[in-house]
């Protein structure tokens, strides 16, 4: 009878212990989730506003020669887009129609990215391109949402009769979520004011406009218009021709073949194998190299060319 009273009082002294230690672990299990969950929407918002910024470099920057305006228009539509393809907290599926999302002890909505220009940031052309190309300065992004917590008693084991705890279980409302830092109180709402920022526009050969080749015979009517256009106003912003070699070859022999000043430009690619072949009407073949690239007279644009690789952004291919 002794080992039986003594067996059941360790058995009730086990199911107390037992008891109190769930209050514990369900309190545990739960706030841990809660912040998991809170964690991963967080770097959501962090990363719609880190999105709006690498995806406006793939957007149409300027057309050459001098025309920058495109960067604006790019801008403006950076946090709308973002803002668009973040609603639902995942980029990789775009559904519209979900500004709320619910997961197991949080909520998320009102995701929202904006954008605009950051002028601080700033990368000016030399004296001697400042006619065809403009700093553009660039971008800042930020975003913020609202979590909240749902599911989560406010009150648990803490009010009335035997009440084990002397504080609420929780009473933390919505939580104003920023891409960085934290939010600052303006207008009676908190607002994100931290932003990350990136500077745009390399001012690179862009588009099948700008992507075509110039043959030195073909002059302003060739296939990189832009281009030529581009370098033709650096020359002639440097070139100064007095004349004096002009007027040398008339006096001696009545005529001057070639206007020394005039602009003459060849442009080849790949696809003419970086030389350019037109033949002049003379024992010369005419077959030189004009761009940098394969067999460059220049090691370090000839090193540099045969480096590349054939698989997508220079990775190394399989």
């Not at 057309?63 to 990789?92: C, S």
């Not at 030529?228 to 004096?244: A, I």
């Not at 003419?272 to 002049?280: M, P, V």
Request: a negative charge; hydrophobic letters at 30%; one cysteine or more.
């Amino acid at each position: 009878m002794v080992r039986t009273r003594e067996a059941r009082r360790r058995r009730g002294q086990a199911m107390v212990e037992m008891a109190l230690g769930l209050l514990l672990f369900v309190t545990v299990l739960i706030f841990g989730i809660h912040f998991a969950e809170v964690g991963y929407l967080s770097l959501k918002v962090q990363e719609a506003a880190t999105s709006a910024l690498w995806d406006t470099t793939s957007a149409k920057m300027h057309e050459l020669p001098g025309r920058f305006t495109h960067v604006e228009n790019a801008i403006k539509q950076a946090g709308q887009h973002a803002t668009e393809r973040y609603e639902d907290f995942d980029g990789r599926t775009s559904r519209h129609g979900r500004p709320k999302i619910v997961q197991v002890f949080t909520s998320a909505e009102g995701l929202s990215v904006t954008c605009e220009e950051e002028k601080h940031l700033s990368f000016k052309p030399s004296n001697s391109t400042q006619d065809v190309y403009e700093d553009t300065g660039g971008m800042r992004c930020t975003a913020q949402a609202r979590l909240a917590p749902i599911r989560i008693p406010e009150h648990f084991v803490d009010r009335g009769q035997g009440a084990l705890f002397d504080v609420p279980h929780y009473m933390m409302g919505a939580i104003p979520v920023c891409a960085i830092g934290r939010p600052h109180p303006g207008n009676g709402n908190k607002k994100c004011r931290g932003a990350y920022a990136l500077l745009l526009d390399d001012w690179g050969l862009a588009g099948e406009a700008e992507s075509g080749e110039c043959k030195v015979l073909d002059e302003g009517n060739c296939g990189n218009k832009p281009y030529y256009d581009s370098t033709e106003l650096v020359y002639k912003d440097h070139v100064k021709v007095d004349g004096s070699s002009e007027k040398l070859a008339k006096e001696i022999v009545g005529e001057s073949p070639i206007d020394p000043g005039k602009f003459w430009m060849s442009f080849r690619g790949m696809d003419s194998d970086f030389k350019e072949k037109e033949h002049g009407g003379d024992k010369d073949p005419n077959d030189w190299v004009t761009t940098p690239g394969k067999k460059s007279p220049t090691s370090g644009y000839k090193s540099s060319f045969e480096a590349r690789g054939e698989c997508f952004l220079g990775a190394q291919c399989p």
